[in-house]
Each structure stands twice: as structure tokens, then as C-alpha cells.
């Protein structure tokens, strides 16, 4: 199974500011997704990150508020741009193999005031 | 499109009582069923699976039956223990290429002693 780890893991913002998380797994992995998470709610796919290639974002999220990267095969960083205090939420990493389990990482509680 | 509708929580049980979260999906095609479990503070963990049609998944004291003919994968556990309190989601990934899970809205699990 994969170790994965997110950094910050939790952090209270000021509106109109950034934060940039990062997101590393203990082994290659093909493909990294980008969750977010809001309170008492389930898990929405923000993008899929594969390396090598631009992130693809869901429906409802674009590259200027949730820029993306993917360097390489272990980590990838999601910056939440300009934030609101509607961006308040848990965003969670996760990673697969094609047709394998998906993992996931412990997550990072954002507040924004 | 895909989808997955689980039973409202929250669910308050005692220790030691039965256990069932419903959950059923809509899919086109036959998809693999998952169940994961997030506890309090941390990120999701799979707990469960079961890729076809009669696969019963099980864990922990945790079981989930693959019915195609009712498109149900209801989790039962036997005796519940107030470590098992926290949140169940319900999710399905199709089988094929680069899919990603698709989540129910989760059901909160509280056992008191």
C-alpha cells in the first residue's frame, strides 16, 4: 500500500491570501487526485494530476484557483489561490494505480477568515 | 452518470448492537464497490471491496455483499465496538482505464458504551 503525507496538515488563512499544499507518497504512482472536502459533506474531485501531463480539472474548478503540479512520480502541490471563506475544507490527496486501490492521504484542514 | 446514495446518519448504536449502513448505486455498466472509512481527524482508509457481482467483502468484523439485482452493497458488522465510531462512505469505480472513485455523502457512525 502507499504511505502518503500532506503538508500543512492544517492552517487558518487570511482571506485574499494563498496556500500552496504539498502532497508526497512513498512510492511511483501513476495517477495523484486532489479532493476537497467540506464540512460534514463527502469527498469532490477537484483534478487529476498524472505526471508528465496538465492536470484535469472537474466541472465547478479551474487551473487559476487550484493550480496544480505534478514534477514527478511521488509528489504533487494544489495552491487554493485567493481564498474565501467558502475555500474552508479538508483537501485530501489521493493516489492509484489503473484499477488498483485508491489511497489516500490524512488530509489538510484549511480555515479561512 | 454515475452515482451512490447511502442511508443519513447519524447512526447511534450501543456496543455490541448490529450494524447496517445501506448504500446503493446507479451505473452504466458493472462497476467495483468500495466501502471506506474516515475516522475522526484523519483521512479516508478503504476498509472493503468487492470487484464483481456475489463478491462479499469483508474486514474488521465488516462485511458487504455485491448484489447486481437489487444495485445494493449494504455494510454489516455484528457487534459494534465505540472504536468503530466514525464516518462510512460508499463509493464505486468502473472497470476500466484511468477511473476514479464516485462517493456517497458518507453516514456518521456514533456507539456509545
Known amino acids: 500500500s502507499a504511505v502518503i503525507s500532506q503538508k500543512p496538515s492544517r492552517d487558518i488563512c487570511q482571506r485574499g491570501t494563498s496556500l500552496t499544499i504539498q502532497c508526497q507518497v512513498d512510492?511511483?504512482?501513476?495517477?495523484m487526485f486532489w479532493y476537497r472536502q467540506q464540512p460534514g459533506q463527502s469527498l469532490t474531485l477537484i483534478a487529476t494530476a498524472n505526471q508528465g501531463s496538465e492536470a484535469t480539472y472537474e466541472s465547478g474548478f479551474v487551473i487559476d484557483k487550484f493550480p496544480i503540479s505534478r514534477p514527478n512520480l511521488t509528489f504533487s502541490t494544489l495552491t487554493v489561490s485567493n481564498m474565501s471563506p467558502e475555500d474552508s475544507s479538508i483537501y485530501l490527496c489521493s493516489v492509484q494505480e489503473p484499477q488498483e486501490t485508491q489511497y489516500f492521504g490524512p488530509g489538510t484542514r484549511l480555515l479561512v477568515l | 452518470g454515475n452515482s451512490v446514495t447511502q442511508m443519513e446518519g447519524p447512526v447511534t448504536l450501543s456496543e455490541e448492537a448490529f450494524l447496517t449502513i445501506n448504500c446503493t448505486y446507479t451505473?452504466?455498466?458493472?462497476?467495483?464497490l468500495f466501502w471506506y472509512v474516515q475516522y475522526p481527524g484523519e483521512g479516508l482508509q478503504l476498509l472493503l471491496k468487492?470487484?464483481?457481482?456475489?463478491d462479499k467483502g469483508s474486514n474488521k468484523g465488516f462485511e458487504a455483499t455485491y448484489r447486481k439485482e437489487t444495485t445494493s452493497f449494504h455494510l454489516e458488522k455484528g457487534s459494534v465496538q465505540v472504536s468503530d465510531s466514525a464516518v462510512y462512505f460508499c463509493a464505486l469505480r468502473m472497470n476500466s482505464g484511468y477511473s476514479t472513485l464516485t462517493f456517497g455523502k458518507g453516514t456518521m457512525l456514533l456507539v456509545s458504551p
Open positions: 451505473a452504466t455498466g458493472y462497476p467495483s
Open positions: 468487492a470487484t464483481k457481482a456475489d
Open positions: 512510492s511511483q504512482v501513476t495517477m
